[in-house]
């Protein structure tokens, strides 16, 4: 098939009937987008770095099986993008930053490592806030991503990178990562499907920590369907990462075909109130009637402590960024400024190789760790952790998932709000309380407000209950397919 021919939109389940029916070869569908990346990427600045190399070689071995009539493993020929904070042997990751714009690690994140395995083809990696830190992809040293389903507005942060490679079909799906919501924000602002798995679930291994008790990878892409298999290829307890589950994994794309009748929808009524964009209000209840027409019963319930959840989370994230990047100091490796002293070089290198959000959140971290402070601020903020964790967990006993908006507005022009660091921490009001909670989370789109932009709804359920919002995601996006304007 030639590239003329090759469809724009691809889906996991399109690409496998199509490399066994010999309608597109891995190779082939590589090269594609490869293409697109090369016409596309100057404009959207998703991609930082590409590894065709990797590339071919991974989908020359797709082609292999299927010349032997091997089983192919689950994502074989999938063009898939890596956010630039995951490890990738041999290739380029900056985490958006120019204190690492050179390195490259020796070793493969387990996430990347696991899904090369299930066959997935790694085209490179993506644009990011700086060390994950931001709601707009603004803060990367590499430049801003654009909205492809908005030109001139944000994606979304941190994982701006990766929404807009799939939003702008320049991978079929993604890895992003979500400390306070950064992949369901970016999926929400790109209008795209976007998961965020119970802390866990994912081994964290080769990730670049920015908050240690809150990072999490996780997949973006087109459907439900899509991410759900994403999700599977990497889920499960790894070795090298002790905070990693045993718990088994599920077959979650199986899941995802369960009807919903009689499931009990909790609908908080603090994620309903001031602030909330009222076509954002709009479209969320839309979605919320149509899921209770689906057989779902709706429940109203309070959950008190969710207006203390940004302040909370501020403290404890950027307390946990403080002890993480120290190790950043051109000892090692990354940038080194010259100096005539230890402290001058740390000074030196610290100093050019960060960011202004960057440094904003190391010091606000330094600071609520300090001596006289500590209690006052961050063992504080870990109690207040605590009773929004008991909040979901009472919640849960009345209904079975949660539904929320995933932002309380649709995406913002860039440039908008980076003179406003508050307004740009309130972009994550409705997706903290989840990452503090450590409660799986997803955001799918539930239409467009009048200005074409795209509006998230986002699904939230118990531990380990990836299946159940995956399972309620899939049946509101086959009900509303093709999205309500």
């Not at 490592?113 to 066959?119: D, H, V």
């Not at 990696?125 to 603004?138: I, L, V």
């Not at 209770?292 to 319930?301: A, F, I, Q, S, T």
């Amino acid at each position: 098939m030639s590239a003329a021919t090759l469809p724009s939109s691809w889906t996991i389940s399109s690409i496998r009937e199509s490399l066994l029916l010999k309608t597109v070869s891995a190779r082939e569908l590589t090269a594609e987008f490869f293409r697109r990346i090369e016409r596309d990427n100057p404009r959207i600045n998703a991609f930082l770095t590409v590894c065709p190399e990797r590339a071919f070689a991974a989908a020359d071995h797709v082609d292999a099986l299927i010349a032997r009539g091997e089983s192919l493993p689950p994502l074989a020929g999938v063009p898939v993008a890596m956010k630039d904070v995951l490890s990738t042997a041999g290739v380029r990751t900056t985490c958006g930053s120019k204190i690492l714009e050179n390195y490259i690690p020796p070793y493969d994140a387990t996430a990347v490592s696991r899904l090369e395995s299930a066959g997935a083809v790694i085209l490179g990696k993506t644009n990011c806030d700086e060390f994950a830190m931001g709601s707009s992809n603004e803060n990367s040293a590499f430049g801003p991503v654009q909205n492809p389903a908005a030109p001139g507005y944000v994606p979304g942060g941190s994982s701006g990178g990766s929404a807009a490679a799939v939003a702008g079909q320049l991978a079929v799906a993604a890895l992003g990562t979500d400390t306070g919501g950064s992949i369901r924000q970016p999926g929400a602002c790109c209008g795209i499907t976007a998961l965020m798995p119970t802390y866990g679930r994912v081994s964290r291994y080769g990730l670049t920590a920015f908050a240690s008790s809150l990072d999490r990878i996780g997949p973006l892409a087109n459907s439900v369907e899509d991410a759900a298999s994403v999700l599977a290829a990497m889920a499960g307890r790894d070795p090298l990462d002790a905070t990693s589950t045993s718990a088994p994994v599920p077959d979650y794309r199986a899941q995802c075909q369960e009807p919903l009748h009689g499931l009990r929808l909790g609908i908080p009524r603090q994620y309903f109130g001031e602030g909330l964009d009222p076509e954002v209000r709009q479209k969320v209840e839309e979605a919320i009637a149509m899921l209770e027409k689906l057989g779902c019963r709706r429940v109203d319930l309070d959950m008190p402590h969710t207006d203390y959840a940004i302040a909370a989370y501020y403290i404890i994230a950027t307390g946990e960024a403080s002890s993480n990047l120290a190790r950043y100091d051109g000892v090692r490796y990354g940038l080194r400024e010259p100096a005539n002293s230890l402290r001058e070089m740390y000074k030196r290198t610290r100093g050019r190789g960060f960011g202004t959000e960057v440094k904003r959140r190391v010091m606000l971290g330094t600071y609520a760790l300090s001596a006289g402070y500590y209690d006052a601020y961050y063992l504080r903020a870990q109690k207040v952790r605590a009773l929004i964790a008991r909040d979901f967990a009472e919640a849960f006993q009345r209904a079975d998932v949660l539904i929320t908006p995933t932002t309380p507005t649709p995406a913002f022009r860039i440039g908008e709000r980076t003179s406003d660091p508050l307004k740009m921490y309130l972009a994550d009001i409705y997706t903290v309380t989840g990452s503090l909670a450590g409660i799986p989370g997803i955001s799918v789109p539930c239409g467009k407000s009048t200005a074409n932009l795209p509006i998230g709804l986002q699904v939230f359920g118990p531990h380990f209950t990836e299946s159940l919002v995956l399972q309620v995601a899939h049946a509101y996006q086959e009900a509303a397919s093709p999205l309500p304007s």
